[in-house]
């Protein structure tokens, strides 16, 4: 006979109850040769989760026993196998179609309704202590914390983690780029960009070993706290329940706090900028492939408003066209903001709006009808789980082409309930054509005098992205567009063409 043993721990288990795999597998490989096995495979996944079906060890048993290579499984108890009871029934189901049967040292397996039924009990059992351990696990480590101890793994640039003992202890290499990076950014006319260029310049390695520094890597070192000695634990938790753990501090609290000091003022100013641009966010050069911000450029000892696909080297690698392609950034939105009025005065676009709109009262029927059918179909598949978990029902193959025929049943219906909720919500705000034609020519009358904030949203409503390719013709002065493709597309009509300016 051949037999095949498979033991799993995870990290939680190893740290509550002290399971071991050895212990497991000796135990198994003992009742195996009780049984005659003439040949013992050994599956085993260490530190994974039992509540996952994926697992390494797992899938080498499953495609072992669906190949005939297993006659016999032999487990400790059917929480090795899984501690979620859908997960324990699916897999002894396949195991007993391919052939191979079953034995729990922990427990007796029968293959009777009664002894199905203490199996799912046991299976839920498993699933509600797998919950109680990570909730015991989860107030342990907030009771660590609470002590000032560190109860996760402690990954930070500068710093180093001792798990062993629970230590944390500076890097002083790593450190010393840290208090370079403060010194840098609160005593020279530098910025983030400037900070990560330098440190890309210096070829300074980062904690995995790379020699380029991203700005967003360098903006995280000077919003953290713990370089002035406090980390924080919870982050996602409610404010008043972070906990903040002392550690060593690589800076001063002066020289965090002017750091953070000239980051807000940073962020005031580029809040001004950044909310001058029109079509940020939508703009993207069909030529490198990098989206076009707004940036404030000298021209001729002049600073106007620009587009440009450029990009720093402490931003990204792919710098974008060269020689750098600028837009006037005043000619390509109006440009853009003509097309947009064109848009409101467009009868055939108004018509095709105004003709997908449908019956609305169609709609909420059929609307009505799907929830209803959704709602008895949540019925059935708590009916059918529940006789499973009772043992009432085997989960044979006509079982489980049921539940199957039910789930995509029901994606199909949730499809179709989005797009009438989506319909429902355009529908909503459609009005006769003749009154969108008078509203639109109303609206004309006054509408580059819209504020700044409401154009931008009528553009945004209307746009999903713009292609700009090539660039100025040379001689322009940057006065025209001439030369210049814009591709626009709209959100209501994706295969919208392509609009040369000239």
């Not at 020699?211 to 995280?220: E, I, L, T």
Request: net charge positive.
């Amino acid at each position: 006979m051949r037999a095949a043993v498979y033991i799993r721990v995870s990290t939680e288990e190893q740290a509550v109850h002290g399971y071991s795999l050895s212990e497991q597998k000796e135990a198994c490989c003992k009742r195996a040769e009780e049984l005659g096995a003439g040949e013992v495979l050994i599956f085993a996944d260490e530190g994974v989760s039992g509540a996952v079906l994926d697992r390494p060890g797992l899938n080498a048993l499953r495609d072992a026993v669906d190949s005939g290579q297993v006659e016999c499984i032999i487990l400790r108890d059917p929480d090795r196998l899984s501690r979620k009871l859908a997960h324990q029934l699916l897999l002894s189901e396949e195991f007993e179609k391919a052939g191979a049967r079953l034995e729990f040292l922990d427990f007796e397996w029968k293959t009777t309704p009664e002894g199905r039924l203490f199996y799912s009990i046991k299976g839920a059992i498993a699933e509600y202590e797998r919950e109680k351990i990570r909730e015991r696990v989860t107030r342990g480590k907030l009771q660590k914390a609470r002590q000032g101890g560190i109860p996760v793994n402690f990954d930070v640039y500068g710093y180093r983690y001792d798990p062993a003992i629970g230590e944390v202890s500076l890097d002083d290499d790593e450190a010393d780029v840290v208090r370079r990076i403060f010194r840098w950014f609160t005593q020279e006319e530098i910025g983030i960009a400037g900070v990560a260029n330098r440190l890309n310049e210096l070829k300074v390695p980062t904690r995995r070993g790379k020699d380029f520094w991203h700005r967003q890597v360098v903006k995280q070192i000077l919003n953290n706290p713990v370089f002035k000695g406090e980390w924080k634990y919870g982050k996602k938790r409610p404010h008043e329940e972070v906990i903040t753990i002392p550690v060593p501090a690589i800076v001063d609290r002066e020289t965090w706090q002017k750091a953070q000091d000239k980051l807000h003022l940073i962020r005031r100013k580029w809040s001004k900028k950044s909310s001058s641009y029109l079509l940020s966010g939508l703009l993207i050069c069909a030529d490198c492939g990098n989206t076009m911000g707004g940036a404030y450029l000298s021209w001729w000892g002049k600073g106007r408003r620009s587009y440009t696909c450029r990009r720093s080297k402490a931003v990204s690698q792919k710098q974008g066209c060269r020689p750098a392609k600028t837009v006037a950034a005043d000619l390509l939105e109006r440009s853009v903001w003509e097309r947009v009025k064109g848009f409101f005065c467009d009868p055939l676009a108004v018509a095709r709006e105004a003709a997908a709109a449908g019956s609305i009262d169609e709609l909420k029927e059929e609307y009505d009808l799907l929830t209803k059918r959704l709602s008895k179909i949540e019925k059935g598949r708590i009916s059918v789980t529940s006789a499973l978990a009772a043992g009432l029902l085997v989960l044979d193959e006509k079982t489980r082409t049921r539940l199957q025929t039910i789930k995509s049943r029901e994606e199909r219906l949730k499809k179709r309930k989005l797009e009438l909720e989506q319909r429902l919500e355009s529908t909503g705000k459609t009005i006769a054509e003749k009154e969108l034609h008078r509203l639109a020519r109303q609206l004309l009358e006054g509408i580059d005098q819209l504020s700044f904030n409401d154009k931008s949203f009528l553009i945004r409503a209307l746009i999903s992205q713009i292609m700009v390719k090539g660039r100025p013709e040379p001689g322009s002065s940057g006065k025209n567009l001439s030369g210049m493709l814009l591709t626009i597309v709209l959100k209501a009509d994706p295969g919208y063409a392509g609009v040369f300016i000239r």
